[in-house]
């Protein structure tokens, strides 16, 4: 149903012409995130520079009952920014600005559209950090990271973003700015930071950020320990958690995703072994040394073909550009790949490395491995080309095999990307139903009329969204929602 | 469905399917930097292209002013970990909206003029006479004072890159300038359109610079037009001319051709991709270098110059030709000078070729954020490699009051090899 032209009207009363994209053109490049796989273009986007804006168009489409759909940078891989009904899209990438730097109390103010790594670089100097490092964090903003409550490769030590935000500013379902949280951490009432963190934009829409600001540590120390056959580099992780050591990162990274990073970006990752485990030890620099003897040694008891320490920051910094844009690299494999989320149990990951061995064979697909491996949270990248049918079929099929016995061994649907679109419909796997209802009913406290970024996160059944008659869904055949 | 493109060059549909919508190339776009929108990004602009390749869009006007209002700058690729040949899928496609006279006449005109004055390079020199002779006549003051060209806004942005003097009238450069000292080779050297006219000491500096370094200078008559401008935009049989044309007179005597224009580096390089199964040109291409590569390891007696540098890299340099490192050697190893980073320095500043004159709004937000980084630096010298960035900048400091000398790496490296130093 297209907006009529009253309505965009007001959308350019509160956002000026400038702040409207309504063309075909200019939406249609909107209708994906990462996750190419469903498409739905927003019937508009509004990319507001104020929570006052925000709120406004909130309380606008509330009126008219039109669907909200939130967007930072666009990176998300699990479809949570796309329109499955039309609506109207929320870009925060005009909000960027970092609004208060608070050393003293270690924390910062920042609007939802800055990008991840803008604010460690704006602090750096000072000698301080923002610690969660999603592998996008070169791009993806700290409003989405809040929303989807993203996880990367140092929240093995530091945890994940929900442990680093302090307090929240939201426009609720509601059109209501509500304030979450906040600079002083011991607060009472209910923890409703927590709710909102990882909420992916159905109790609102994200327009400030307090985050936590940590001090960098005295020293790095970072290696790569090269192993012939990805079960020996699954044991050696299994080992180094078992022995009670919280390395800052702990990554795996298999032959095939190794053999795109280094066609794309050249990091220096050894060619020709099985897996690679990218370590990395963090903190006092004694206790660093002592550290990296025990894991050596763990390592050592898995038959290593190599084990490497960076040499300086910039080798170190290297490795790093390799492994976090890694995802990116895939298109130097294939031109369509699916990314599964999943996590077992850590003493489980060897046995799910050689399910996921044998479902790759089984459907004849090729998967590529990086994950964070010391958290128990694969990224299986299924490599197809959407151009040939059976293929897309069987890479669609090997990712929920995955997925499912990822469950079969205890563990969970997602690790960090989300639930989004893909996922609503294997949340009964892990949750009753009644589990279900009960965050349907507090979806709706902040968004009574279900217009807050419908079809996500959880399954429609359970929310009864208000999705409005004639919503266009473009979903691919076989996915439900 | 049918694409939308037919079949004359259209960009590369593996190229286009090799984007997995990561959005890393987003902060590195400077269109994304300042509007935030998606279609005006790389991603949003592949994704646009692809569109139009699998028959889901028409080259329609929104179409052509999401594609017009990229730089061309090819920092995207620089951030692509999976390699999409943005620069090839922009020129292809834009060789398909050219080629069907699908954008406006106005616009048409207008780039149709430009490119139709580079390769000429007298034609060039009386258009920029004229510019002069206005500048001069106080017509220039009475008119900007009156506002009179402010409806025409291109115009007034062509006017005001001039710079307010005029380049002493340089000698003409020899046919071939020896080599002193040890012979290291020889290089073929390309003069540029806007270089040999309004920089011609970049050229004489370039040309003294490669001697003192040991290389024979050939610099051939008539060697024309590079065809890079008319490259970006889609005149891409008339971009093959020209290139044809040059790499003939350049033969095959040279060890190197040697350019000190980023964007005729860039376009040159690329002339094995454009010119199809021509051994020649793959040939020219792989032997293509910036002047700044090969004085990086000459060993030149330079002087002291107390100066504060800082360099700004040129996106057809830093990103087309994956130069960095070496202007920055040659600038550090002048004695004295400090050289200081710019930050964003390689951000385009908003000259992109003739992108100044067609976008002149865009071209000076960006221009705005180059100079207030070059202003936070301190430096008294600002040095970068390429002509357009060179007027683009300079202008910025003239109108802004910025105290800081515009001037090629060749230019600073001359000064501190100055006369008595280049015969001992």
Known sequence: MPLTRQFLRELEQIVGPEGVVATPEGRLTYECDMHTFYKGAPDAVCLPTSTEQVAALVRLCLREGVPVVPRGSGTGVIGGAMAPHGGVMISTTRMNRILEVDLPNRCATVEPGLINLWLTNAVKDQGFFFAPDPSSQMVSSIGGNASTNAGGPHCLKYGITVNHVLGLEVVTGAGEVVRLGGKVQDRPGYDLTGIAVGSEGTLGIVTGVTVRLLHAPEAVKTALAAFASLDDASETVSGIIAAGIIPAALELLDETIIRAIEAGIGAGYPKGAGAVLLIELDGPRAEIEAQALRVTELCRAHRPLDIRVARDEAERALLWKGRKEAAGAIGRLAPNWVLQDAVVPRSKLPQIMREVQAIAAQHQVLIANVFHAGDGNLHPLICFDDRQPDQVARAIEANEQVLRACLALGGSVTGEHGVGLDKPKSLSLQYAASDLEFMARLRRVFDPKGIMNPGKLLPSHACGEAVRPGGKMALPEGAWV | ?424
């Open chain 2, 1 to 424: 469905m049918p694409g939308a493109f037919d079949l004359m060059d259209p960009p590369d549909t593996d190229g286009l399917r090799a984007c997995v919508h990561c959005g890393i190339c987003l902060p590195q776009c400077p269109t994304y930097r300042l509007l935030g929108e998606e279609m005006d990004s790389p991603r949003g602009r592949v994704y646009l292209m692809r569109a139009a390749a699998e028959g889901r869009l028409a080259l329609t006007p929104t179409f052509i002013h999401h594609l017009d209002l990229c730089l061309g700058c090819r920092a995207c690729e620089t951030a692509c970990p999976s390699g999409v040949p943005f620069g090839r899928l922009l020129e292809a496609t834009r060789g398909q909206i050219e080629r069907r006279g699908a954008r406006p006449l106005s616009e048409r005109l207008t780039s149709a003029l430009l490119l139709s004055l580079l390769p000429h390079p007298r034609r060039l020199a009386l258009a920029v006479g004229a510019a002069r002779l206005y500048q001069r006549s106080g017509l220039q003051r009475l008119v900007s004072a009156g506002r009179l060209l402010a409806p025409f806004a291109r115009l007034r942005a062509m006017e005001a890159l001039l710079p307010p003097s005029p380049p002493g009238a340089a000698a003409p450069l020899p046919e071939i300038v020896p080599a002193r000292g040890r012979k290291r080779g020889t290089v073929g050297l390309l003069l540029g359109c806007v270089q040999r006219l309004l920089f011609p000491r970049v050229n004489a500096e370039t040309a003294r610079l490669l001697t003192r370094a040991g290389y024979d200078v050939l610099i051939p008559r008539d060697q024309g037009c590079c065809g890079a401008l008319h490259l970006h935009a889609g005149q891409i049989d008339e971009a093959r001319t020209l290139a044809v044309r040059l790499l003939t007179h350049f033969g095959r005597a040279v060890d190197w051709v040697v350019t000190n224009a980023a964007g005729c580096g860039s376009a040159m390089r690329e002339y094995g991709h454009w010119l199809g199964d021509n051994r020649d040109a793959e040939v020219f291409s792989s032997k293509v270098r910036d002047v700044s590569e090969l004085l990086a390891d000459a060993d030149l007696p330079l002087q002291r110059l107390d100066l504060t540098v800082t360099y700004h890299d040129p996106c057809h340099l830093a990103h087309g030709q994956k130069v960095r490192r070496e202007p920055r050697r040659l600038l550090a190893a002048i004695p004295g000078v400090k050289l200081v980073e710019l930050a964003d320095s390689d951000v385009c500043c908003g000259s992109a070729g003739v992108y100044n004159l067609l976008e002149p709004e865009m071209a000076d937000r960006l221009l705005a954020l180059k100079l207030e980084r070059i202003a936070a630096t301190g430096a008294g010298v600002l040095a970068t490699g390429n002509p357009g960035c060179l007027l683009q900048i300079a202008r910025g400091c003239r109108e802004r009051g910025l105290a800081v000398e515009v001037l090629h790496p060749v230019e600073l490296l001359g000064r501190a090899l100055p006369e008595r130093a280049r015969d001992g």
